[in-house]
């Protein structure tokens, strides 16, 4: 029997999986008609699955007025926790409920049947268009319309067919024949072998277990297997057991497990821990429904052929470690029917190539972001299970301080999401603090070459930086050569410095530091009284620059290694000159961290890291600044200032070391108010940026005062600042009149780029519709730089350009 096919457009979709039924509401959103095959008998049978649903899938079934329903039967899920196969915690964090915060939906579990009843039923009078018991045998490609056999005799007649049957999907097979008719043997071939397994996995639902708090995730890191538990609503627990196989099985020898055998295969594990608290005895032994399966890993090549398209796991299969194998399916079903419509918009009835080319730019849209997720998901896998050295270091040692990074890379997963074109985006997905690139400002290719060309004059920093500073370097080495050889130095008062005893005791830093140290001693102890005046208030200025670096690092949408790029830059500066590696700084800090994500993102800075910057940059920055200058005796002075030296580590370290202090103290003695308003934590983290970026403007404004004030009665402030335009032509005579001028050099080209990357800042914020005079600020800038000298004007100026940006993101 056939049935009978109407003029319009429709869609045979074979599967009433989460992807098929999705797809249903999708064409259903664009007015496309649609008939549903699904093999089984009932729509929504229970095998023991569950499903996750992220932010990207969360939004799409939000459009489709579903999310609410699903949002009813969870627990979202607000805390992680990772554990080793001893029971003792690896870290814990609130990662899922920072996911919600960011991005308007909190990632929630639940039956896999739940979900299929929630798609099912809500589409009310298209109901029927679901047809059960019809399990496809073979396909009929014809000239304009595809047949779709089933076992029952039945025929359906479309104009198009999805496969959305799963990873062994009978679509995805009978389209491979028919490119085989077609004469893509070679193509088919690949395909066919895509497929390979190295990992399987027990899963199962269990009822309420003591000790496991809804809403909150674990996993358990062990050697070739891991444990990922998620208790939910009504202390509902999911549980999954990945284990590595005994070799990797390709396509058809991929085995599959019968279930009177799963209680011998998790019997080595059930001792292992699930918590610091709970064994996998104990949540096993109240499963209400278990299975074993292989874990499919797909990628394929072709997901189209004329008429024939698959979608979901039939044709991006993932291991569900990521939770985003059902999001992907989500995405795929949005997408394409997105594409269907655009197609059906210039022609009701299109021909077989058109359908072809539709398809064809769809799979090219769509296929980037689907391997990028599904190689995340895969890499996951091995990494929870201590695939490789890499992955048990990473996984058991390194993962505390790589929980913000994941964090980030998992956003920027998010916000990279599909959606549905045809339907507004939903209220909670626009309140999200990191929007989605389809809806915020976003980074064209041609803004990413603007950005690129814009940098041109830090790059050009850098170049001259380079060319006049190396090689006065190298031409002040030979006069410092005599001094090391005889062992001393002499001050302009008489005292002796031996160059030749350990300042750290320690020999790697006393071979990198000495020279380094030695070429500050006619600053640091007078000798040289011009150099001394320029050298006080340019390392006095390096707190406000270095704290400003680091403040950046710690915005929220930044992750922990974020500060990797401060720290990396300060120690290459402190070896090279900051005039050479500030302007790298600053290419990169701006390349990396476009306006529209700060505006419109996870922006602020908490006061937590502000704070203890600003006690770390007084303890590990600026007393021994003060100290290199004022101490008593020309020895303390060189001790105070190698005390200086290292402190692109120092300042970060102590930071650090404060916030997990005072975390602690404060956890214990005050734990944190959960009702406290957002709009109270914001005004407390700016009050603190405020209290950081006036406290750094003081005291370079002060040393700058001071500095003039007390510089010789024969010196001018361009003698002091300023080698004169043919500084790098004038031969060096002597070893103090070379470091002189190269201090000079440093000092121009590290503030003068950062007025370049501040100035670059407020074009972005100009454009973005920040109101300000550019002669009024290159008035105040040279105003401020005079009066209060280059580091207060760039902090001052930093922190105006703050204040303009958080302004622009309350009123967004």
């Known amino acids: 029997m056939t049935e009978a096919k109407e003029d319009n457009f429709r869609v045979i979709i074979v599967g009433g999986s989460v992807a098929g039924l999705t ?23 229970q095998v023991g699955a569950s499903i996750g649903i992220l932010p990207n899938g969360a939004r799409i079934l939000d459009q489709l007025g579903l999310f609410d329903d699903v949002l009813a039967a969870v627990e979202p899920l607000r805390h992680s926790s990772f554990w080793r196969d001893s029971g003792s915690q690896i870290t814990s964090s609130d990662t899922p409920k920072i996911i919600a915060e960011r991005h308007g939906y909190p990632i929630n579990f639940l039956d896999r049947q739940t979900l299929l009843e929630i798609l099912s039923s809500n589409l009310d009078s298209f109901q ?24 029952d005799g039945s025929a359906h007649q479309g104009d198009l067919i999805v496969g959305a049957d799963g990873v062994r999907s009978i679509v995805r097979q009978r389209m491979w024949d028919y490119m085989i008719s ?29 000790g496991l708090v809804p809403g909150h995730i674990h996993r358990t890191f062990g050697k070739e297997y891991s444990f990922l538990t998620i208790s939910s609503k009504n202390g509902r627990v999911y549980w999954f057991l990945f284990t590595k196989m005994d070799r990797k099985y390709y396509s058809h020898e991929i085995p599959r497990f019968n279930t009177r055998d799963i209680d011998n295969h998790i019997a080595p594990f059930l001792q292992k821990p699930l918590s610091g608290s709970v064994s996998f005895k104990e949540v096993y032994e109240k499963a209400l429904v278990k299975t074993h399966l292989a874990l499919e890993e797909a990628k394929y090549e072709h997901w189209h052929k004329d008429r024939f398209v698959c979608v979901g796991d039939s044709i991006h299969k993932m291991t569900p470690n990521a939770g985003q194998g059902g999001n992907s399916a989500i995405e795929s079903a949005a997408t394409l029917s997105n594409h269907l419509s655009i197609l059906l918009q210039h022609t009701s009835c299109p021909k077989t190539e058109d359908i072809n080319n539709c398809l064809q730019s769809w799979q090219e849209s769509r296929r980037p972001r689907a391997t990028e997720i599904s190689n995340s998901a895969n890499d996951l896998t091995r ?4 695939a490789t050295i890499k992955d048990r270091i990473i996984g058991l040692h390194l993962l505390p301080y790589l929980q913000s990074f994941l964090l980030d890379r998992s956003s920027a997963q998010i916000v990279g999401a599909a959606k549905l074109d045809c339907v507004a985006l939903p209220e909670r997905s626009l309140r999200a603090k990191m929007p989605y690139r389809n809806n915020a400002e976003t980074i064209r290719q041609s803004d990413l070459l603007k950005r690129n060309l814009l940098c041109i004059p830090l790059i050009g920093c850098f170049g001259a930086a380079r060319a006049l500073m190396t090689p006065l370097i190298t031409k002040v080495r030979p006069f410092m050569a005599p001094f090391f050889v005889s062992g001393f130095w002499t001050s302009s008062t008489g005292e002796t410095v031996d160059l030749r005893g350990p300042i750290y005791h320690i020999p790697f830093m006393d071979q990198l530091f000495k020279p380094l140290i030695f070429c500050f001693l006619p600053s640091i102890t007078g000798t040289d009284p011009v150099s001394c005046i320029q050298m006080r208030s340019f390392i006095t200025d390096l707190g406000p620059v270095f704290g400003i670096w680091m403040l950046e690092s710690y915005r929220n949408r930044h992750c922990s290694t974020a500060s990797l790029l401060p720290i990396l830059a300060g120690i290459a500066f402190q070896l090279k000159g900051i005039g050479i590696w500030a302007p790298m700084y600053y290419t990169l800090e701006y390349l990396q961290a476009p306006l529209g994500i700060f505006l419109s993102g996870d922006h602020e800075i908490a006061a937590r890291h502000t704070i203890s910057l600003i006690l770390a940059l007084l303890g590990g920055l600026y007393i021994p600044t003060y100290l290199s200058f004022t101490s008593a005796t020309v020895e303390s002075r060189r001790f105070w200032n190698a005390v200086w030296q290292p402190f692109p580590v120092i300042v970060p370290t102590i930071a650090k070391v404060i916030r997990l202090l005072s975390y602690s103290a404060t956890t214990a003695n005050n734990p944190a108010d959960p009702t406290q308003s957002k709009t109270k934590a914001t ?59 190269f201090l000079q050099y440093d000092q121009i080209f590290a503030m003068g780029s950062g007025f370049i990357w501040l100035g670059l800042r407020l074009h972005e914020l100009k454009a973005a519709g920040a109101g300000f005079s550019w002669f009024k600020i290159a008035g105040s800038f040279i105003g401020a730089t005079l009066a209060l000298g280059p580091g207060a004007a760039f902090s001052l100026g930093w922190g105006w350009k703050e204040e303009l940006a958080n302004n622009m993101a309350a009123i967004r």
């Not at 259903?28 to 008998?41: H, V």
């Not at 190295?198 to 309420?208: K, L, P, Q």
């Open 23 to 45: 797809l249903a509401h999708c064409l259903r959103k664009n007015k496309i008609d649609f008939t549903i095959l699904e093999a089984n008998e009932e729509i929504a049978p």
């Open 128 to 151: 029927d268009k679901v047809l059960l018991g019809k399990r496809v045998t073979h396909v009929e490609h014809l000239e304009k319309h595809i047949l779709a056999h089933c076992q």
């Open 182 to 210: 077609q004469g893509l043997f070679r193509e088919v071939e690949i395909d066919r072998t895509a497929m390979t397994s190295e990992y399987d996995c027990v899963f199962g639902i269990s009822s309420e277990t003591t």
């Open 383 to 386: 990494l929870e299970a201590g």
């Open 683 to 741: 005004r407390r983290n700016l009050l603190w940026v405020r209290i950081a970026y006036i406290g750094f403007a003081a005291i370079s404004g002060f040393t700058w005062i001071h500095s003039i004030w007390s510089a010789p009665a024969d010196s001018s402030v361009s003698s002091i600042f300023w080698p004169g335009l043919n500084g790098h032509l004038r031969p060096v005579t002597s070893f103090m009149d070379g470091i002189a001028r």
